[in-house]
């Protein structure tokens, strides 16, 4: 029985390791498999958080089949997203944007400590002009995130309304 129970926590894991698109040489910063998809968003990071030395991706699309890269494959610097973050009791709301084509993205993950459920994270994708139809994409399970990371290395957003830039 205990081996049986080793067996299914190792096999849980590794198959849940296996839903993002982070090379073995990039740390995953935020991953999740979409709702009603077979699709995975992640973010991935240089394996130190270095201002000087880092990298950054969004990647899109099926397990090992990435749709869509932004920047281009390989990752790019961190000063091509935007960081929000809020937090008071009880509320913790966590931004990464960028711009691509016409279209801007922004991957989230809010806590709302009276909410049911309390953790809503995913990726919205609206036309860059305004005009145009917001989809959002949410994550369905179990997610990475420690999008808060990212703080002090990607620029901050002070467009965002949760964004307080200093």
Not at 17 to 26: R, V, W
Not at 61 to 88: C, D, I, M, N, T
């Amino acid at each position: 029985m205990r081996y049986l129970v080793l067996f299914l926590a190792l096999w849980s894991a590794s198959s849940f390791a296996a839903d993002n698109h982070c090379a073995a040489t990039e740390q995953v910063v935020f991953s999740c498999r979409l709702s009603k998809s077979s699709k995975v968003a992640s973010i991935c990071a240089s394996p130190t958080l270095a201002k000087s030395e880092e990298k950054l991706a969004y990647r899109f699309g099926v397990p090992g089949k990435p749709e869509f890269e932004f920047p281009s494959p390989g990752g790019g610097a961190p000063e091509q997203f935007r960081l929000a973050h809020y937090s008071r009791y009880q509320t913790e709301r966590i931004e990464l944007s960028f711009d691509h084509e016409k279209f801007s993205y922004t991957v989230f993950d809010y806590y709302e400590g009276d909410q049911k459920p309390p953790v809503t994270r995913g990726v919205r994708v609206m036309p860059s002009d305004g005009k145009g139809r917001e989809i959002e994409l949410r994550c369905a399970g179990q997610a990475i995130s420690s999008l808060a990371k990212l703080e002090g290395i990607v620029p901050c957003d002070a467009e965002n309304a949760l964004a307080v830039c200093n």
